[in-house]
């Protein structure tokens, strides 16, 4: 079974960068496409960004597009979500998981993504 740890959050200032990694362990991590998600206080998971089997394969959310870049590492199981220009409104717990449907399509809904790790705090300040 897949476990994944995530790492690399951190509080910064409006402007600002980070990048967040996530390891995985106990599976194949080359054959999964991946996908980067993240919880604000109240309100629920969404999706950010999305890797498939190919790096070239991504996909992010409207509000990160242009901002956020993520990709994957096979050699190292790693999977990465560079941040830059980061808002206050990015303040949350960022998650990443495995995709296990493609019931959603491009919706990303989080029901088609599982073995999600602990997740790792950005904070953002204005």
């Known amino acids: 079974q897949v476990q994944l740890a995530e790492s690399g959050g951190g509080s910064v200032q409006a402007g600002g960068s980070l990048i967040l990694s996530c390891v995985a362990s106990?599976?194949?991590?080359?054959?999964?496409?991946m996908g980067w998600f993240r919880r604000s206080p109240g309100k629920e998971r969404e999706f950010v960004a999305y890797v498939g089997l190919s790096p070239d394969s991504t996909y992010y959310a409207d509000s990160v597009k242009g901002r956020f870049t993520i990709s994957r590492d096979n050699a190292k199981n790693t999977l990465y979500l560079q941040m830059n220009n980061l808002k206050p409104e990015d303040t949350a717990v960022y998650y990443c998981?495995?995709?296990?449907?493609?019931?959603?399509?491009?919706?990303?809904?989080?029901?088609?993504?599982?073995?999600w790790g602990l997740g790792t705090q950005v904070t953002v300040s204005s």
């Open positions: 998981g495995v995709r296990i449907s493609y019931a959603s399509g491009s919706e990303m809904r989080t029901t088609d993504f599982a073995y």
């Open positions: 106990g599976g194949s991590f080359r054959w999964h496409a």
